[in-house]
């Protein structure tokens, strides 16, 4: 077998897994956009998100965010762990929510994020995204680890 075949069907598995991270974080982001309406849609008419998509536009950015941290933290380093795979789904939700807090700050200002009710519910909902993207990267992760092509290649699998 010739070694750059190896390697280029290793890149195409991570590039794919990757990218399906992604996608399912931005499904899953939007499951919860969807759980989370009222809270979050008051978030949505104050940045000015009017439309009626505005689950989908909350929940647009973990595609990418999602596709470049799975990589970074799992395919990159080869490594397969249950602990990876929350830290992962966390750390997509953290950088959606400060995404779409800096937006709040760019319309009104440093200040109105400073109003001890605004500061609660920007806290109460990145918690809870928070939450959710550590839970619901648990299954990507056993996913990632029993639907590899090849069980002899299975590494790092311990939690």
Same mark, same amino acid.
């Given at each position: 077998?010739?070694p750059?075949d190896t390697?280029r069907?290793?890149?195409?598995?991570s590039r794919?897994?990757?990218?399906?991270?992604?996608l399912?974080?931005?499904?899953?982001?939007?499951?919860?956009?969807?759980?989370?309406?009222?809270?979050?849609g008051?978030l949505a008419?104050?940045?000015?998100?009017?439309?009626e998509?505005w689950m989908v536009i909350? /929940?647009?950015p973990?595609f %990418?965010?999602?596709?470049?941290?799975?990589?970074?933290?799992? #395919?990159?380093r080869? @490594?397969?762990?249950y602990v990876?795979g929350?830290v992962f789904?966390l750390?997509?939700?953290l950088?959606?929510?400060?995404?779409?807090?800096?937006?709040?700050?760019l319309?009104?200002g440093i200040e109105m994020a400073?109003?001890?009710a605004?500061a609660?519910l920007i806290?109460?909902?990145?918690g809870i995204?928070a939450? /959710?993207g550590?839970l619901? %990267?648990?299954p990507l992760?056993y996913a990632?680890?029993?639907? #590899?092509?090849n069980? @002899?290649?299975?590494?790092?699998?311990?939690?």
């Open positions: 077998m010739d750059t390697f069907s290793t890149v195409d598995s794919s897994w990757s990218l399906s991270a992604g399912y974080m931005f499904i899953c982001g939007t499951v919860v956009t969807l759980l989370l309406t009222d809270i979050l008051l008419d104050v940045i000015g998100l009017a439309s998509y909350l /929940a647009s973990t %990418a965010i999602g596709a470049v941290v799975w990589w970074t933290l799992i #395919e990159r080869g @490594s397969y762990t990876l929350g789904g750390v997509t939700a950088l959606t929510g400060v995404l779409w807090t800096g937006q709040f700050i319309i009104w400073e109003v001890p605004v609660f806290s109460f909902v990145i995204v939450i /959710a550590f619901t %990267a648990l992760m990632r680890c029993h639907l #590899e092509s069980p @002899s290649e299975r590494r790092n699998r311990s939690m």
